[in-house]
């Protein structure tokens, strides 16, 4: 028998797998190391039965007093929990008492977030306050991005920090919004828009912490890792320029990632690594699970002959049996690859009457008598569904329903990314989704964090997660679900796009600089372990190919046209897409040439959304859109219909009016390619001057000629149909209506009509004039082309336009040639008047040209013909 006075074991072994240097502490306060252990803690017994039941008493008697170990101004952070659990104890040395950049991989669900916080601290405990310059920029996917922004300020408010969040697109006023801030949370893509331009903005400088949550499964993603990896590379950019003007000020810039269990976190550590070496990191395994998960892969089997459809189809008449034997009476939730699958699964399951499963789910009647939709109201059969398109107030009432456990099963579409709903089952029917028409495999991120919603610490001691595939595909999922997939790079997929913002930066003008840029990625990592190679060389003739980038005999890099591909961060597909244009496209061509885009990608035409879009596109009384031939059968159709919006037809599919701002917001930043063609071709008046129009309608919202102009009024946007049934169609018939006539119209009181007045008056007014000089020669014409603002005056005292509006002009012959190209802005208000000589050169198919004033929003254009004589 083993003696437990000769085997003991302190509380430093059971912590720390090697000695800890002791560290002296940040503050005098008091010293992380000063433990004062009672003697009987002091050694415990270790005998093997009582082995893991001392090292769970230690690290809840170090953690109860690691919390006093942090300055009093913090500890509030923390409130929410008593004790930091294990993996966070673990972890808590290196995150808070050292600077070193850090990877902890560990089971979703153990508190990594904890994490974060710890290096936000350590950041202001090694900062002077009033913490002014201090920048943290936390990175994870959109939904956590949400949730963890609303924690935050409740946590560190209270400290003077302010918490904003960036997952928008928008691009003028995000460097105003994070001057103030000190913790921007963002999701890479839009961290990678922005950084685009880090060294004109001193603020992006001031980031001294980068925090990448969730994301090291995203590496290898098709369509998100590559973001991920460049957004850490240029940020090792920023770090490196700030060194270099600044060798004496020890600036530093650290970075903290965390993970699900993955075997190549050494990988990911050597990535992230700085001059003093690679990060340190924290390794797991599922053991350390707070809650702990049973893991689950059924295989079933699926004929070759069979379709996804019909396989997934399948699986519904399965599921019953399922959470039978695995939810232990306790809340399920289901995941399904599409919206139209979340409520046949719920229709499925809700005729098994089973699941109403104790007296409380007599709540459930309550529920169904609030919810909007008819269809949902089989909640009082104890089963819910929820996606994106359900009613906002229905989603609330369904998700309190789950929560409050009223609702004993919850199929849905949405809830995997952030929404922290408890769950002891996670049943994923199916690991195939559909993506812009096709199926595809889920990406091991995205069915992590519908595993991570089993078994949350605060709401379960144990949980089961259940993964239904097909028996082909069992064996992977299995590897995933025990952490045993090797985690790959994905950048080589979208190289081309990333080198070419990397060129327009000027991070690159050589290729031993993009050779460089290249060896700062994970992929540089990776392939010198993997025995795939990627040659960056050819990724930089495929820009060079379509005059995107210039390579001179010495491969020196000098960016071109491919500095508007970084600036509206367009794909090099789409720009491949734009170099085929003819020269002679109409309005109809460029918005089919825009959906055709892989910005859309991702977009999918779900089977409910067919008919109302058929029916849009066959109404012979809709002159608003431009139709499509035959049936509409894919994205590219359904993205080519939301011209509908421009025409101010009311889309009645809910799902629809969802996605629309998802594609104007693209839409707005592809239709800027117009700069592109303008550029490229000089006998493309038709196309560009299309494109030119193309742009303004997708950021009014309007086609050019639209009746409903009042929807640009700040006030009015709602009533403008009222508008146009009493004919005021156009700006100049708003400005002449009578004040009280328009408060009559829009059933509002005075000084309404007023207001409306006023702000109409207050837009630019312009006029072009043209005159020919009395210089005439056979084949060149000289004319002088002047543009004046008639109303200048009253702009002086208000103006309705923003700063950012301006006005093209653009000229054309009658072969087709673009005689003349100007943008004019600000300047012309001020001043009030603009003016230019041309020469005109002749034209065989005719002496006329086309003078053309396309304002950037507002109905404001100006279209007319003049002669020329020669």
């Known amino acids: 028998m083993l003696d437990s006075s000769d085997c003991t074991l302190s509380l430093d072994n059971l912590f720390f797998e090697k000695p800890t240097v002791l560290k002296k502490p940040l503050h005098q306060e008091v010293s992380p190391w000063q433990l004062e252990v009672p003697p009987s803690l002091s050694q415990i017994p270790a005998t093997q039965d009582m082995q893991k039941e001392a090292e769970t008493f230690a690290t809840l008697y170090f953690s109860q007093k690691s919390k006093k170990f942090l300055p009093s101004k913090f500890r509030s952070v923390f409130n929410e929990f008593p004790f930091f659990n294990y993996v966070q104890s673990k972890a808590l040395d290196d995150v808070l008492y050292t600077g070193k950049n850090f990877v902890a991989c560990a089971p979703t669900g153990s508190g990594k977030t904890v994490l974060f916080e710890l290096a936000i601290i350590r950041l202001l405990m090694e900062t002077s306050e009033p913490w002014r310059d201090v920048k943290a920029v936390y990175a994870p996917i959109k939904a956590l991005c949400s949730q963890c922004f609303e924690s935050w300020k409740k946590k560190f408010g209270p400290l003077g920090l302010i918490c904003k969040e960036l997952t928008g697109d928008t691009e003028i006023d995000d460097f105003f919004e994070i001057q103030d801030s000190h913790i921007i949370l963002t999701t890479p893509e839009k961290w990678d828009s922005m950084t685009r331009k880090w060294k004109d903005n001193c603020l992006l400088q001031l980031v001294r912490l980068f925090l990448i949550d969730e994301q090291v499964h995203v590496v290898k993603d098709a369509t998100r890792g590559a973001t991920l990896e460049v957004v850490v590379s240029r940020m090792k950019a920023v770090h490196d320029y700030r060194r270099a003007q600044n060798p004496d000020a020890g600036l530093s810039m650290r970075f903290v990632a965390v993970s699900a269990t993955v075997p190549n976190i050494s990988d990911i550590a050597d990535w992230l690594s700085n001059e003093s070496g690679p990060a340190t990191y924290l390794y797991m395994d599922e053991s350390h699970r707070p809650v702990k998960l049973r893991k689950v892969v059924l295989g079933f089997p699926c004929n070759p002959s069979q379709t996804e459809f019909k396989f997934d189809l399948s699986l519904n008449y399965k599921m019953a049996n399922i959470i039978q034997t695995y939810s232990d009476q306790k809340p399920a939730l289901v995941f399904c690859s599409t919206r139209k699958g979340v409520q046949t699964s719920a229709a499925v399951l809700a005729k098994d009457a089973r699941f109403i499963m104790s007296i409380e789910h007599k709540q459930l009647i309550k529920y169904a008598n609030s919810i909007l939709d008819t269809k949902l109201r089989l909640v009082m059969l104890g ?82 997660a259940v993964i239904m595939t097909k028996v082909q595909t069992r064996e992977k999922y299995m590897k995933l679900m025990n952490g045993m997939e090797i985690i790959e790079s994905s950048l080589h997929s979208h190289l081309v796009e990333h080198l070419n913002a990397e060129i327009v930066l000027q991070t690159i003008s050589h290729v031993n600089m993009a050779l460089d840029w290249i060896r700062s990625t994970f992929l540089y990592i990776r392939a010198l372990k993997n025995p795939t190679h990627y040659l960056c060389l050819k990724n930089l003739n495929s820009l060079s190919s379509i005059g995107l980038i210039n390579m001179d005999e ?146 009014s919202k309007l086609w050019e000629n639209s009746p409903y102009v009042s929807k640009q009024l700040e006030k009015i946007q709602s009533l403008s149909t009222a508008m146009v049934n009493a004919g005021l169609t156009t700006f100049s018939k708003i400005e002449q209506a009578n004040a009280r006539e328009l408060e009559l119209i829009l059933n509002r009181h005075p000084p309404f009509g007023n207001q409306i007045r006023e702000s109409v008056i207050h837009f630019p007014k312009y006029e072009v004039t043209l005159e020919q000089l009395p210089r005439y020669s056979c084949d060149i014409a000289e004319i002088v082309v002047k543009v004046n603002v008639k109303n200048q005056a009253q702009l002086l005292s208000r103006k309705t336009a923003p700063d950012h509006h301006y006005v093209s002009l653009i000229i054309g012959d009658s072969d087709n040639n673009v005689v003349f190209l100007q943008k004019l802005d600000l300047v012309l208000l001020k001043s009030g008047s603009w003016s230019k000589k041309i020469e005109v050169a002749k034209a065989s198919a005719g002496e006329e040209i086309s003078v053309n004033l396309i304002s950037s929003e507002y109905g404001l254009d100006i279209q007319q013909k003049f002669n020329v004589y020669y």
């Not at 995997?416 to 994923?428: C, D, E, R, T």
């Not at 992590?448 to 379960?460: K, N, S, T, Y």
């Not at 996605?659 to 917001?665: D, H, L, N, P, S």
């Open 383 to 464: 089963v819910g569904y929820h996606h994106a398109g359900v009613d906002l107030s229905d989603r609330k009432l369904i998700e309190e329903a789950f929560t409050l456990g009223d609702l004993p099963v919850l199929t849905t579409r949405t809830l995997a990314m952030g929404v922290n709903l408890p769950a002891h089952l996670v049943v994923i029917k199916s690991t195939v989704q559909y993506v812009a028409g096709s199926c595809e495999e889920y990406s091991e991120a995205d069915l992590l964090q519908m595993i991570g919603r089993a078994g949350r610490p605060q709401f379960d001691t144990s949980a089961t």
């Open 554 to 699: 010495d491969i020196n890099i000098k960016p071109t046209a491919g500095r508007l591909m970084a600036r509206y961060f367009v794909a090099f597909d789409t720009m491949k897409r734009f170099c085929e244009v003819a020269g002679t496209e109409t309005l109809s061509d460029l918005i089919e040439l825009v959906s055709k885009s892989r910005e859309f990608s991702d977009i999918q035409l779900r089977m409910n959304e067919k008919r109302p879009l058929n029916t849009l596109n066959r109404d012979k009384n809709r002159i608003t859109i431009f139709p499509i031939e035959g049936k509409i059968k894919t994205s590219e159709m359904k993205v080519n219909l939301i011209q509908a919006q421009l025409g101010s037809i009311s889309i009645q599919e809910f799902g629809l009016t969802q996605e629309t701002a998802k594609i104007f917001r693209n839409g707005m930043r592809i239709s800027k390619l117009s700069e592109f063609l303008s550029h490229r071709y000089k006998t493309g008046f038709s196309a560009l001057l299309n494109a030119l129009i193309l742009a303004k309608c997708f950021r």
